[in-house]
């Protein structure tokens, strides 16, 4: 954080960014930065004015309206703040249509002209507290580093914290996935991925870091990634791979030589989602078709969120548009659109649960047919486990009152081993009015053995739906 524009009282202090010395007179800004080190001071650092610009224009904004300190170059240091102000609230104004003319801005450059761009970086390595990541901060300072051809500002994304504001002066071009080998593939690293590939940027590089008694990562573990960025929609074979144990310089110099290599070299993806309720019940209905169901499965988790967040107003708030691909709002005609992409996600065990969610959350529509026959898939095979999601599956037949659900419901009590989930299933056939099926549960009630748990569970159950299959007989 920016907390100080002066003119440099002396030659000795060094800029954090360039690592230049700041002349006597020159423009120098005083930084105050989080240390790595639990319950240590934050590290002071300088910079030259200019230098500041680039890596907290709104810092240097605050400090020149509260002070009037003079150095040489403020003038110029003034302007460029104002021009890149205007160009980053007119990137992230979510009311602008089209190009602006105030997104024109000189591009930002380090002393020697390399451009400074940025690269979005994430996966578990980088999740608050592992090595890598307590590393990465020590290595790389303010969290650039160089190549021949550019300064790369790595921007983590740590899973719940808001992306930094677009600056057209600084734009992500790049993305870097950096998972431990051994780790496991979590939906919300997938979300981000996808989310990646909705901005259109090129296939991310793949910085895998081995732990524990591994010297690297195996290639078995390389190809489980590759197939990870498969499912986010990107091609995995087109990854750069870097192979690491720990953040050092070493690393860092292969890491900015692999994206200096593969962007621009790999095109970005050409089927980019649209940021509309539509494009995202399109882009799901497509997954479902193609049987990519984890990746289905992270769309309609993105979905829920959309239809959630939106159900009072119509409107997405601000703070939660970056991470479901920049949808701002939902039609009446989108909701309805997303709830019907759901119920024929209940074709697919992976979705059941995200599905249900989103039938819940989207307008009343009839689910019936593909309820019955994802309940009848479970008990189908005998030795298949009937899991939470199949309760939840009851559970909403029940709610919706799906038509003829009474024989499913039978099949599964015929399935079910537990006294509570028998009792459960029980009840969904009372609640179902009397049908065919009364005389098949009573019969199998009292084929149960004496010292069967389900058997003194279900009694009741039987004595009422007995009692109403004689009542219908008469």
């Known amino acids: 954080m920016i907390t100080e524009l002066v003119e440099s009282p002396n030659s000795r202090a060094k800029c954090r960014r360039c690592r230049k010395t700041i002349e006597k007179g020159e423009g120098r800004a005083t930084s105050y930065e989080p240390s790595p080190f639990t319950g240590a001071d934050e590290v002071r650092s300088y910079l030259h004015a200019l230098c500041a610009v680039d890596v907290d224009a709104a810092g240097v904004a605050k400090v020149l309206a509260r002070s009037s300190s003079a150095f040489a170059g403020r003038a110029a240091v003034e302007a460029l703040v104002a021009a890149r102000t205007k160009a980053i609230e007119a990137a992230n104004d979510p009311a602008a249509s089209g190009p602006s003319d105030a997104l024109a801005v000189a591009p930002a450059a380090d002393p020697t002209g390399r451009p400074r761009v940025r690269v979005f970086l994430a996966g578990s390595a980088f999740s608050l507290g592992n090595g890598p990541a307590?590393?990465?901060?020590?290595?790389?300072?303010?969290?650039?580093?160089?190549?021949?051809?550019?300064?790369?500002?790595?921007?983590?994304?740590?899973?719940?914290?808001?992306?930094?504001?677009?600056?057209?002066?600084?734009p992500v071009i790049g993305a870097v996935f950096a998972p431990f080998a051994d780790g496991k593939a979590m939906s919300n690293q997938r979300h981000k991925v996808s989310g990646w590939r909705a901005r259109s940027l090129p296939t991310p590089i793949l910085w895998?870091?081995?732990?524990?008694?591994?010297?690297?990562?195996?290639?078995?573990?390389?190809?489980?990634?590759?197939?990870?960025?498969?499912?986010?929609?990107?091609?995995?074979?087109?990854?750069?791979?870097?192979?690491?144990?720990?953040?050092?310089?070493?690393?860092?110099?292969?890491?900015?030589?692999?994206?200096?290599?593969?962007?621009?070299?790999?095109?970005?993806?050409?089927?980019?989602?649209?940021?509309?309720?539509?494009?995202?019940?399109?882009?799901?209905?497509?997954l479902i078709a193609q049987g990519r169901a984890e990746a289905a499965?992270?769309?309609?988790?993105?979905?829920?969120?959309?239809?959630?967040?939106?159900?009072?107003?119509?409107?997405?708030?601000?703070?939660?548009?970056?991470?479901?691909?920049?949808?701002?709002?939902?039609?009446?005609?989108?909701?309805?659109?997303?709830?019907?992409?759901?119920?024929?996600?209940?074709?697919?065990?992976?979705?059941?649960?995200?599905?249900?969610?989103?039938?819940?959350?989207?307008?009343?529509?009839?689910?019936?047919?593909?309820?019955?026959?994802?309940i009848e898939r479970f008990v189908s095979d005998p030795k298949r486990k009937l899991t939470k999601s199949f309760d939840r599956l009851i559970e909403c037949a029940k709610k919706r009152a799906v038509p003829e659900r009474a024989a499913p419901f039978m099949a599964a009590l015929e399935a079910s081993k537990t006294p509570a989930r028998a009792r459960s299933l029980a009840e969904a056939i009372v609640a179902a009015g009397a049908t065919p099926i009364d005389a098949r549960f009573v019969e199998w009630v009292d084929a149960l053995e004496p010292n069967d748990k389900r058997r003194a569970e279900l009694s009741a159950t039987r004595a009422a739906v007995r009692r109403r299959a004689a009542k219908a007989q008469r």
Not at 138 to 164: C, H, I, M, N
Not at 302 to 308: F, P, Y
Not at 315 to 326: D, F, K, L, N, T
Request: charged share 25%; aromatic share 6%.
């Open 208 to 286: 895998i870091f081995a732990r524990g008694a591994a010297v690297l990562p195996t290639d078995d573990e390389v190809l489980r990634w590759r197939e990870f960025l498969e499912s986010a929609g990107y091609s995995g074979d087109e990854s750069s791979v870097c192979l690491a144990r720990k953040v050092d310089a070493a690393a860092l110099d292969a890491l900015v030589a692999a994206l200096d290599e593969s962007i621009g070299a790999v095109a970005a993806p050409t089927e980019v989602a649209v940021a509309t309720d539509a494009a995202l019940a399109t882009q799901i209905a497509a």
């Open 297 to 374: 499965n992270d769309a309609l988790l993105t979905a829920l969120a959309v239809l959630r967040s939106s159900k009072k107003t119509g409107v997405v708030p601000e703070y939660q548009r970056s991470h479901v691909g920049g949808i701002t709002r939902v039609t009446p005609e989108g909701r309805a659109a997303l709830s019907e992409v759901a119920v024929a996600a209940l074709s697919l065990d992976e979705c059941l649960d995200s599905a249900l969610s989103v039938l819940e959350s989207g307008p009343a529509i009839d689910a019936s047919a593909a309820i019955r026959a994802a």
């Open 134 to 170: 307590f590393e990465f901060d020590l290595v790389a300072k303010l969290r650039t580093w160089r190549s021949p051809l550019r300064e790369y500002q790595f921007v983590v994304q740590y899973t719940g914290e808001p992306d930094p504001p677009e600056d057209p002066s600084q």
